[in-house]
């Protein structure tokens, strides 16, 4: 390496003799259906446009000297990205999950390059690539379970008692079992209706734009942190709880459990507040390890409690 390349025209190329680009370090280890290891490194250029699409090309290709893409396999993946420049980012950044069956790799162009890109080209603060690394572990069969049902009382226990919701599962050939989850409701939690679902930390994930669209509209960068740090990994299994509340979201931070009074007053005031379609009661995740897909949605009641009458009142 002589130099920087700075201009590509018609015309020719342009460049300064001297001193390299900074490149930024990445590292993959793959482990094949033999148990093998095998171990890649590579450096892409540091730039905002080219650095995501350079890091997923480079993981992508790392896989496919082990395999191929077209195949009934399922792909476990963790990738983290370490940055400097703001002190949320003092951990790594975590992207893990499974995908599986012919293109389940390629279909996660836009998962793994998305956090770079929106880190790389955030309104807020300039930061810092300093490396990526990442583990892929190939085996088969393909491993995929569908949700396809949801058992729960449909009339709530008492607030800060648990109850069992099971989720009903059914893998690729057809073989059901179930899963039971143990879910202690709030002690604060108030009469009404409520929605249970039953989805990958992914679907949930896709929802949020319509769930809080407000959360995705210019957030600050801590918050642009904490989303992106948010659980979403296709082989979790997500089971939440939703009433219809007065949250809403400002600046990209979502306000919960506010007051019916305050909330209005925010929405009417100049803070540009927008509300939430549903507000997150509890949401409880749970590890599969296989390819999640579906949903289950069941309905749901918690009953007023019937105060006894005073004794001056009684006949």
Known sequence: VVGTVHSDQRAGLAGTLGPAPRTIPVGVEVVGEDGAVRTYAFEVVDDPQFTPGLVFWGLY???????????????????????????????????????????????????????????????????????????????????????????????????????????????????????TVPVTLPATLTPGPYRLVAASAAELFALEAQRAAGRFMGPSLDNLITLLRTERAPSALAVALFAPGESVVVQGAELSNLPPSRSRLLRQGNMQATPVMAEYVLRIDRDLSVALVGNAVRNAQLNSIAEPMKEERRP
Not at 84 to 91: N, R, T, W, Y
Not at 110 to 125: D, F, I, R, S, T
Not at 141 to 146: A, I, N, S, Y
């Open 61 to 179: 290709n790392a896989l496919l000297v082990e395999g191929d893409d077209a195949s009934r396999q399922t792909l476990r993946y963790r990738m983290e990205s370490t940055w400097s420049g703001h002190d949320g980012l003092k951990e790594p950044l975590v992207l893990d999950g499974v995908a599986a069956g012919p293109g389940g790799a390629v279909s996660l162009a836009a998962e793994w390059m998305a956090p770079l890109g929106v880190l790389l080209n955030n309104a807020h603060k300039e930061l810092t690539l300093e490396g990526v690394t990442a583990r892929f572990e190939i085996s088969r069969p393909m491993e995929t379970v569908r949700i396809v049902g949801l058992s729960a009382p449909r009339v709530l226990p008492p607030p800060g008692t648990t109850m069992d919701v099971t989720v009903e599962i059914e893998a690729l050939r057809g073989e059901r079992s179930t899963v």
